[in-house]
């Protein structure tokens, strides 16, 4: 049975990693982005680790969520400041 910390976490927590990753890139423009990419996945396992600790059931789901907005948040904040990749696209 889910209690109301659980409902509300599922996806805050996913949030305020992301929302913390943004932040993280726009920061620190000089470390490459898939390092700050992996450092915020291990730090979302950690967070999974320690739900337990404060009352919530741990979710695989909840760590796949975080990890896809984390990655998507630093992407566009990347995208944002170095704009898209100049690859020249054959289409025909």
Do not use: Q
């Given at each position: 049975m889910k209690t109301r910390?659980?409902?509300?976490?599922?996806?805050?927590?996913?949030?305020?990693?992301?929302?913390?990753?943004?932040?993280?890139r726009f920061h620190f423009r000089e470390i490459e982005t898939r390092y700050q990419i992996l450092t915020f996945w291990f730090v979302a396992v950690i967070v999974e680790m320690g739900?337990?600790?404060?009352?919530?059931?741990?979710?695989?789901?909840?760590?796949?969520?975080?990890?896809?907005?984390?990655?998507?948040?630093m992407i566009v904040v990347k995208l944002?400041?170095?704009?898209l990749p100049s690859i020249p696209i054959k289409l025909l």
């Open positions: 910390v659980d409902t509300y976490s599922y996806l805050l927590i996913p949030v305020l990693l992301a929302l913390a990753g943004a932040a993280c739900a337990r600790l404060v009352g919530i059931t741990a979710s695989w789901s909840r760590l796949i969520i975080s990890a896809v907005f984390i990655a998507s948040a944002h400041f170095e704009g």
